[in-house]
Nanobody, 114 residues
Framework: QVQLVESGGGLVQAGGSLRLSCAASRSIFEFNVMGWYRQAPGKQRELVAAFTRGGSTNYADSVKGRFTISRDNAKNTVFLQMHSLKPEDTAVYYC????????WGQGTQVTVSS
């Protein structure tokens, strides 16, 4: 069973920055996809940013130019650097990974005040 442990959420003012971390319990090279989703109250969970095994990265249009996904392979950790945060970025952010199954972290709250 894969474990994904997120950290780094919190409360920040609009225009501020946060960095989320997701530590995996095994090598992140083994995943076909790994990245971040978010879910705001009353809304569906949506993709924020993700790596694919082929090396490409995908971003939601709403975060392009503001968020950057990166990874530290030696530490089996994926990061989400978030800049120029907006109140509409407020959500629970989930780390996600997929190989033959889908794995989710417990989520970390990000709140952006106006």
């Amino acid at each position: 069973q894969v474990q994904l442990v997120e950290s780094g959420g919190g409360l920040v003012q609009a225009g501020g920055s946060l960095r989320l971390s997701c530590a995996a319990s095994r090598s992140i090279f083994e995943f076909n996809v790994m990245g971040w989703y978010r879910q705001a109250p009353g809304k569906q969970r949506e993709l924020v940013a993700a790596f694919t095994r082929g090396g490409s990265t995908n971003y939601a249009d709403s975060v392009k130019g503001r968020f950057t996904i990166s990874r530290d392979n030696a530490k089996n950790t994926v990061f989400l650097q978030m800049h120029s945060l907006k109140p509409e970025d407020t959500a629970v952010y989930y780390c996600y990974a997929r190989d033959y199954g889908d794995y989710w972290g417990q989520g970390t709250q990000v709140t952006v005040s106006s």
